[in-house]
Each structure stands twice: as structure tokens, then as C-alpha cells.
């Protein structure tokens, strides 16, 4: 198995760790100390090494802080995490902050007037740290340190990753990392850079068409990089990581060194740099005083090309013809009553696992029973471990990392009759999903012109979800990927080659969870009979059934029963042939047309 269902943190922890975490405080001077849910990188996930948020306050969640004051530690948490907080802390010692509605800044000012707040120049950008310093008092000070106080105090902190670098075939890249190279050197000079500094692991493995191992679910390796204007490379924390194999991929164009080495040669740039301020760590903006703000990977890499996106199809076929048989599974052995979450993603996992191409699940399966599937980004434990009974919703959201291409799926299913509400409910997102499956948009528009349509359904009807509604996804990479996305706060224009996912949902506390997840990938300008513009549209790429015993066919426009039955036709007729025979009939009347009023 790749994920364990073990508790990794407990409420009970907190306490002492808060004490000898305001003890070293103390002794070096400090007021306070932030303790963020990040590493150098700013990735979602996080070595164990670097788990601090987590060790501190028991908070597993992927986006976080902890601000520890004398008397107070919020733990700021966004709409994706109310629920889940208040079961991993200790309520008594932290309190959770809703992100969105207070901001670090104010929140330090209400119970701090005068002081030094530490932070780790190595764990947050200039982006965050300029912002918070505007909502300070003039009488609180926030201080970069030279070592992390938290690591001080952790004693069995694990050791940095060291897992293989390994060469990513040129048949799945699509472009030789030499010609990726060129093309982005001859961007920097355009904008008069003479280098640019990579630190996001994404776009270093990209860039050279390398993987690695060093965090679980995203094949990255944890690297720094400089790009310089002729195309050359100097690559560090991997000299000591690298074989014979991987130096030859790499060619004579890029240099490997060692992390200590990293100092001297930012200090010895000269010319413009370009630096990504919203995810480089302070520790190097502060070498390259006035860096052009500019990330060149970023974008490229998001514009999947024709050997990637041919991978992504691929690597989805084959995910539902994993995804068919689970499903078939779940449907003959839910009624039972007897099933466990924990049992649940088990056997999804085992089906990923018997393609012979997994090489990782591409995040922690949400497997959410009944009231669970309520908690956004639940993760089942032994502990938290519920049976699934008839008469519920099943919420599983999970994926896989093939070397071909990164899936993410959300499918809610029912178990026998389901209240009425969450029928209502699942019908009104689907037809969130079905609006962006199916639009039609002019170039130049991002998330943030789009994302209303999927909420539209909802907002009818008083309701809505604290989350956007969908994400980048990577190739063979991250599962959550930038710069666009599917939300109200990304106006990054889509191109053609971007994946996203589709997925709005509905979370009603205590009772059930609703999502319905897709990716799609963004399709070239083109005609649209009658029109005067071509404008482009979006290809789906998932290709597994949507529950049609959760639907209220009265709620849906026949343009919207048109598209679901022409989905459920495209789904038998690319997997139907490769799933066993008895999973085969089950799609059939899975993928069924709906019934007419």
C-alpha cells in the first residue's frame, strides 16, 4: 500500500511541544514565531523533515500556519480544513483561525502590541513576508533567523531526503530538456535577464525531463536551480544524487553541485536575475536584492504538449479501467453494510496497483462515509475509520501517478435510497460539472471569468462550497499544479494544452458530501458553427461513469441530458473492451441513457 492509515498525529502531543517550542523562544529573545505548513520549495506536500506544522500542533492538513505568540497560537486554516482542524488540535492550547476571514497580520496585532515575531527565511516568500509586515504594528518587529527555532526543539526530526534522481523518457517529455533550455534562455533574454533561480521541484524536473522520490505523491526531486541566458544550467543538492546515467542525460550544459555551494554562486550573479516572488524563499531574495519578478517554467510547463497530453489519455484509460472495477466492486459489496473506508480505498489501490503501471497514488484517497464525506480533504484513519451504510453517500476522491501521465477523480456514489436532499444536492453540482464541461470561451479569459458558472446551480438554491473549482494538473508531476486554475482568485488566461479539474461539490455537516471531479484538458481556438470567433473549448479526459441513481433527471435541461448520455456512450465504447466481462455489463447499465420524464 501506498498510504497508511495509521494516526500520525494526536491532540495530546501539542501541549508540550507548544511549552518547549516557547521555552526556546524565550531564551533566544523572541515574542514569537511562525511555524507554516511549507518547506524551501512552497509545495503542497512535505518531507517528513520539514512536517513542522504538524509535529507542532498535530494540523496534517497541505496548506497552513501556526502563529505562536506568549499567550496565543492561531492556527489559520482555509475553508477546506474547519472541520478537520478541530479534531487534530488540542483546542485548549491552539485555536483555529479561519484564513479568509482574519488575516495573520491582524490576528498577531490583536494580541501582540510590541515584540520580535521570528520567522524562517528558508520556509516563506517575499510575496507573504512583505504582506504581513503592512498589517503589523509599528511596535512588533518580524525578524528573518539564521536557524529554526522548531528544529531545535524537535529532537527526532527525520534526516533531508536523498531518494534517486531518474531521467524521464523523451518519448513521454515530448521535448529534449536541451531544446526546453534554449527556448526559455531565449525568453530571459528578451526580458534582459542574464540568469533566473528555480526553486519550485516542478518546474527544475520539467525544465532537465528528470523525476525523483524525495516526497511522497509528487515525482520530484528537492532542488534548486539556476537557469542562465545561454541555456546552461547549475543544478544543486544533486552532485552527490547523481550516476553515470543521469550526468550523460544532463549533458555538459548543466553543472551539478552540492547545497553548500548555493551561497557563493547566487552572490557571484551579475546582471538582471529573475525571481518568482510568491514562491522563491526569502533566504534568496535577499541575496538578489531587485530580481526581475518572473518564474519562465511556470507557464511552459503548463502548456501540455501533444506527447503529454497523449500520455494524460493514455494514463486515464487505463486509471478507469481501474476505476470500472472498483466501482463494480463497491456496488456489490456496499449493500452489505460490512464495509470500511479504510476497506474502500484498500481495494481502490489494489485496482490502480494491477495495471503493472502505478507508481504512486498522486495524493492521500479521500474516502468519506456518509457525515465524513462532509470533510473536504478527509483522510481516514484507524481511528476515524467509519462503516459505509445503506441508505448513504459515498464521497472517493483519489488518483495515480503513472509514468505516462497524473490522474485525480471524484466520484459520489449512493448506496441503496438516499435522502432525497442529497440527490437534490449531487444533481444541482452535476449540473455545475456538465456547464464547464461543455463551454464554449473567447482566449484570454482565466478561472476567475469562469468559475461562477459552475456554482450557478447551487447558488439557485441558497447553497454553495469553500473551495475552488478546479486545479492544474501536472504531467507525471504535481496533481496541483499553477499558475491557472479553476477558482475565482486566478485570472491566468487558459491556453490550449492546460489541464485542469472540474469539480464543484456541496458539504452539508453531519449528513453527506457531494463532488463530482473530471479533468479536462484545454482544446486549440476553433469555429463555432454560426459564429463570427473561434474560441476554445475543453476535451474531458476521465472517462468513468457518473452515478445515475444520485440524478433527478426532472432538474436537468435536455442540453445537459444530451451531454451526460454522450459522455456515458464515449466511456463504454473506449473502456468497454477492457474491463473483464463481468464489469462489462455492469458499465453497460452503469453508462445507460437516462430515463425520459
Keep these: 500500500m501506498y498510504q497508511s492509515f495509521e494516526m500520525t498525529t494526536s491532540p495530546e502531543t501539542g501541549a508540550a511541544r507548544l511549552r518547549a517550542l516557547r521555552a526556546e523562544l524565550s531564551r533566544r529573545g523572541l515574542d514569537g514565531f511562525l511555524v507554516p505548513r ?11 523533515r520539514d512536517e513542522r506544522l504538524s509535529w507542532l500542533a498535530g494540523f496534517t492538513g497541505s496548506a497552513g500556519l501556526c502563529a505562536v505568540l506568549p499567550d ?5 486554516i482555509d475553508g477546506r480544513y474547519t472541520l478537520q482542524v478541530r479534531g487534530q488540535i488540542d483546542l485548549d492550547h491552539f485555536t483555529p483561525v479561519a484564513w479568509t476571514g482574519q488575516e495573520v497580520g491582524p490576528w498577531i496585532a490583536q494580541h501582540l502590541s510590541e515584540g520580535i515575531v521570528g520567522f524562517d527565511p528558508w520556509l516563506h516568500t517575499p510575496r507573504e513576508i512583505a504582506a504581513l509586515r503592512e498589517k503589523l504594528p509599528s511596535g512588533v518587529e518580524l525578524r528573518a533567523l539564521d536557524s529554526n527555532p522548531l528544529d531545535a526543539v524537535w529532537h527526532d526530526q527525520p534526516p533531508p531526503p536523498d531518494a534517486p534522481i531518474v531521467v524521464h523518457p523523451l518519448n513521454l517529455a515530448g521535448e529534449a530538456s536541451v531544446d526546453k533550455r534554449a527556448r526559455l534562455a531565449e525568453d530571459l533574454r528578451g526580458k534582459g535577464a542574464e540568469a533566473a533561480i528555480l526553486s519550485l521541484p516542478d518546474s527544475i524536473a520539467w525544465l532537465l525531463n528528470i523525476r525523483g522520490a524525495d516526497i511522497a505523491r509528487t515525482p520530484v526531486a528537492l532542488l534548486f536551480a539556476i537557469l542562465y541566458a545561454d541555456g546552461s544550467v547549475d543544478l544543486f543538492n544533486a552532485a552527490e544524487r547523481a550516476d553515470d546515467a543521469l550526468r550523460a542525460h544532463l549533458g555538459p550544459d548543466v553543472h551539478l553541485h552540492g547545497m553548500d555551494a548555493f551561497a557563493a554562486t547566487l552572490d557571484a550573479l551579475q546582471g538582471t536575475v529573475a525571481l518568482d516572488r510568491s ?3 526569502v533566504w534568496i531574495a535577499d541575496r538578489v536584492a531587485d530580481a526581475l519578478d518572473f518564474e519562465p517554467v511556470r507557464l511552459p510547463k503548463a502548456r501540455k504538449n501533444a506527447a503529454e497530453i497523449e500520455g494524460a489519455r ?9 476505476m470500472a472495477q472498483f466501482l463494480h466492486w463497491l456496488d456489490q459489496n456496499a449493500p452489505s453494510g460490512k464495509l470500511s473506508e479504510i476497506a474502500i480505498a484498500r481495494e481502490l489501490e489494489s485496482f490502480r496497483n494491477a495495471t503493472g503501471q502505478l507508481r504512486d497514488i498522486s495524493f492521500e484517497t479521500i474516502s468519506g462515509a456518509g457525515p465524513n464525506g462532509a470533510i473536504v480533504h478527509y483522510r481516514v484513519t484507524e481511528a476515524s475509520d467509519r462503516i459505509l451504510s445503506p441508505g448513504e453517500v459515498m464521497l472517493v476522491d483519489s488518483g495515480g501517478q503513472y509514468p505516462d501521465g497524473t490522474t485525480d477523480i471524484t466520484r459520489t456514489v449512493a448506496v441503496g435510497p438516499v435522502d432525497p436532499e442529497a440527490a437534490r444536492a449531487f444533481t444541482l453540482v452535476l449540473r455545475g460539472m456538465i456547464a464547464i464541461s461543455r463551454l464554449r470561451w473567447p482566449s484570454g479569459l482565466g478561472g476567475a471569468h469562469i468559475d461562477a458558472l459552475a456554482r450557478a446551480p447551487l447558488w439557485s438554491a441558497g447553497m454553495d462550497y469553500a473551495h475552488g473549482t478546479g486545479h492544474g494538473v501536472g504531467a507525471y508531476l504535481g496533481v496541483h499544479e499553477g499558475p491557472q486554475s479553476l477558482s475565482r482568485r486566478s485570472a491566468v488566461p487558459f491556453e490550449p494544452g492546460n489541464i485542469l479539474s ?16 473530471n479533468l479536462l ?8 458553427p454560426g459564429g463570427d470567433a473561434p474560441m476554445l473549448s475543453f476535451e474531458t479526459l476521465t472517462l468513468v461513469p457518473i452515478d445515475r441513481r444520485l440524478i433527478l433527471p426532472h432538474l436537468l435541461t ?23 466481462p463481468a464489469t462489462r455489463d455492469w458499465l453497460k447499465a452503469a453508462c445507460a441513457p437516462l430515463p425520459k420524464d
Design 38 to 48: 511549507a518547506d524551501a520549495h512552497q509545495g503542497e506536500y512535505v518531507a517528513a
Design 314 to 322: 493514455n494514463a486515464h484509460v487505463r486509471d478507469a479501467v481501474a
Design 72 to 76: 496565543h497560537a492561531g492556527v489559520f
Design 279 to 281: 514562491s522563491a524563499p
Design 558 to 580: 435536455s442540453e445537459e441530458r444530451d451531454w451526460l448520455d454522450r459522455y456515458h456512450n464515449r466511456v463504454c465504447a473506449q473502456i468497454g473492451a477492457l474491463v473483464p
Design 502 to 517: 472540474n469539480e464543484p461539490g456541496y458539504y452539508r455537516e453531519g449528513a453527506f458530501g457531494i463532488r463530482i471531479e
Design 521 to 528: 484538458v484545454v482544446q486549440p481556438p476553433s469555429d463555432v
